[in-house]
């Protein structure tokens, strides 16, 4: 009986690591054609101050619509795009798409805030990243200040003086840098000053019952005065209450971003969104 049981046990453990083995298989195919295809978008997630609500910026997120799938989250590809290079090519798409569109919102007068995007470590190696950079603004006219790189702490992987001179060209173009998922890896503050960034996002780890959680409260505070102290800003991600938002406002966080402002908006709601305040304004 026992042997049985082990048997049944190997062979549903082989079945379902195979059907995941295919799935993943299958996701990276669909992967290669999927930017030609025209099956990746863009949406787009406020960034806003702290104390009152308005926009200040904005952050450029990339999604999969599938063929048969329908969507996928990006949680689930860009890991695989990363694994097989092809992350390369759906960063630069998004970057050029982004500055594209922010472009054509500054054109058309409905606002001219900063757009952030997420670029992989996987940049950091080989790739000419700079000359990319450089020839997507050229081709789309967004001048450098109005966008904000997000990489995440991974980079420290690379090599540190490479990494430091990228980071340096890019800000020579006016761009800003931020750190993403800060608290996440295993980066410190003090590691982070030996970069050119001038953010640091505080992932929703820490901003979860912070409020409430005071030994976390306490690290957090700590955080982010050093992070001042430092010459960085802070922008505190995934607030998604009214107590987070107080708690981080009262933190003197110089910018907020979450579910609480907005969840990522398609095109059309992001300009309906920014249309709005528009209006209030005046
Ligand atoms: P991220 O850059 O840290 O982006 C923040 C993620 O948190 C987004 O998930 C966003 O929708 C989600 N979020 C925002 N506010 C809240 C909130 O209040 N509560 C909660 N629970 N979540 C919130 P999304 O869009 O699924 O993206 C996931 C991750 O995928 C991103 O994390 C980023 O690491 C990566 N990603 C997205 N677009 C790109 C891209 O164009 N290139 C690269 N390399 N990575 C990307
Ligand atoms: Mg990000
Ligand atoms: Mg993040
Ligand atoms: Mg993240």
């Not at 030609?36 to 978008?41: D, S, T």
């Not at 992350?87 to 606002?111: P, S, Y």
């Not at 990494?163 to 931020?178: A, C, T, Y």
Request: aromatic share 8%; with cysteine; charged share 30%.
């Amino acid at each position: 009986v026992a042997k049985d049981k082990g048997m049944s046990v190997y062979q549903f453990y082989n079945q379902e690591l195979e059907d995941s083995l295919s799935e993943k298989m299958e996701l990276e195919n669909g992967m290669r054609n999927a930017v030609e295809a025209g099956q990746l978008y863009l949406e787009y997630q406020p960034k806003v101050d702290p104390h009152t609500g308005e926009p200040v910026g904005f952050e450029a997120l990339v999604r999969w619509n599938h063929p048969e799938k329908g969507f996928i989250s990006p949680a689930k590809f860009i890991p695989l795009a990363e694994s097989t290079g092809l992350i390369i090519d759906i960063d630069m798409w998004v970057f050029r798409e982004a500055c594209r569109q922010t472009k054509a919102w500054q054109d058309g007068g409905l606002m001219s805030l900063p757009v952030s995007v997420n670029l992989s470590a996987k940049h950091f190696g080989q790739v000419p990243l700079v000359d990319n950079i450089r020839q997507i603004l050229q081709e789309t006219g967004l001048e450098g200040k109005f966008i904000r790189i997000e990489i995440t702490e991974s980079v420290f992987i690379r090599k540190l003086d490479d990494v430091i001179e990228i980071l340096k060209q890019i800000r020579d173009m006016g761009i800003g840098v931020s750190i993403d998922d800060f608290g996440t890896g295993y980066s410190s503050l003090n590691q982070l000053q030996r970069l050119p960034i001038s953010v640091v996002k505080l992932d929703r780890n820490f901003i979860e019952n912070a409020d409430r959680d005071r030994r976390k409260s306490s690290v957090v505070r700590a955080v982010i005065e050093l992070a001042h102290s430092m010459d960085l800003k802070v922008v505190a991600e995934g607030i998604e209450t009214e107590q987070e938002r107080s708690f981080f406002a009262g933190l003197n966080c110089d910018e907020l971003q979450g579910y609480y402002f907005s969840k990522p908006l398609s095109k059309e709601r992001f300009e309906r969104y920014i249309q709005s305040r528009n209006e209030r304004e005046v």
